[in-house]
């Protein structure tokens, strides 16, 4: 069993939807959750991070961690053909690592 | 400020050859992390460090190895290559955490095929 699991898409979806991004996971021991965006041909960079559980929320993002349920989530409102991209959950509990799902990918039609 | 730098961009390899890819940072950051990404798998980590001399494995070692003989630089080396590791390879480095920012500079990656 991986460690992270993410639906790897695609999800399509018009322009000014709302997105829901998801992750799950099985090591009870990660504290640190973190979205990463991907464009094609490019490496990833961190969108958003949180540490235990709760909301976090960044402009038109929104992370959510429900450790009880080992459950991640990524919300995109008003989403933009801009957002189009593939979104990398990561979780880890030392820095040492990082542990990554495989990414799940966006399409925003204008 | 170039960030994390891997060279080269795209090669192609025959069997059994070996190559060395470079990373490099200049943010003075501690951890460095050599992933491959391959579709359906994510990101897997190979090999990691967590400062000048010292070296660690990740989930997936077999076939490569590394070296940081400098704090900004982090080698990877196929000894043999196989079919098996083409690949997209991504080079990463983050500070050493003393708060909640955990963020990983990511390269651009390297496009390797193993023909």
């Known amino acids: 069993q991986k460690e992270v699991e993410q639906d790897p898409g695609p999800l399509s979806v018009p322009e000014g939807a709302i997105v829901s991004l998801n992750c799950t996971y099985s090591?009870?021991?990660?504290?640190?959750f973190m979205w990463y965006r991907q464009y094609s041909r490019k490496g990833p960079e961190l969108l958003m991070y949180t540490y235990s559980s709760g909301n976090k929320e960044d402009g038109r993002f929104t992370a959510q961690v429900d450790k009880s349920s080992k459950y991640i989530s990524l919300f995109i409102r008003d989403s933009q053909p801009s957002d189009s991209a593939t979104y990398l959950c990561?979780?880890?509990?030392?820095?040492?690592?990082?542990?990554f799902g495989s990414g799940t990918k966006l399409n925003v039609k204008p | 400020n170039a960030g994390v730098t891997q060279t080269p961009k795209f090669r192609v390899l025959k069997t059994g050859q070996s190559m060395t890819l470079l990373c490099a940072q200049d943010?003075?950051?501690?951890?460095m992390y050599w992933y491959r990404q391959d579709p359906g798998m994510g990101l897997r980590l190979i090999h990691y460090?967590?400062?000048?001399?010292?070296?660690a494995k990740g989930e997936v070692p077999d076939g490569y190895n590394v070296s940081r003989l400098k704090k900004q630089n982090f080698l990877l080396g196929l000894e043999s290559a196989a079919p098996s590791q083409t690949s997209v390879y991504f080079c990463a480095s983050t500070k050493i955490r003393t708060d909640m920012n955990t963020e990983a500079f990511f390269g651009q990656g390297t496009r390797l095929t193993v023909v």
């Open positions: 990561a979780m880890s509990y030392n820095f040492n690592k990082f542990y």
């Open positions: 460090s967590v400062g000048e001399g010292t070296t």
């Open positions: 090591n009870s021991a990660f504290q640190y």
């Open positions: 943010m003075n950051h501690e951890y």
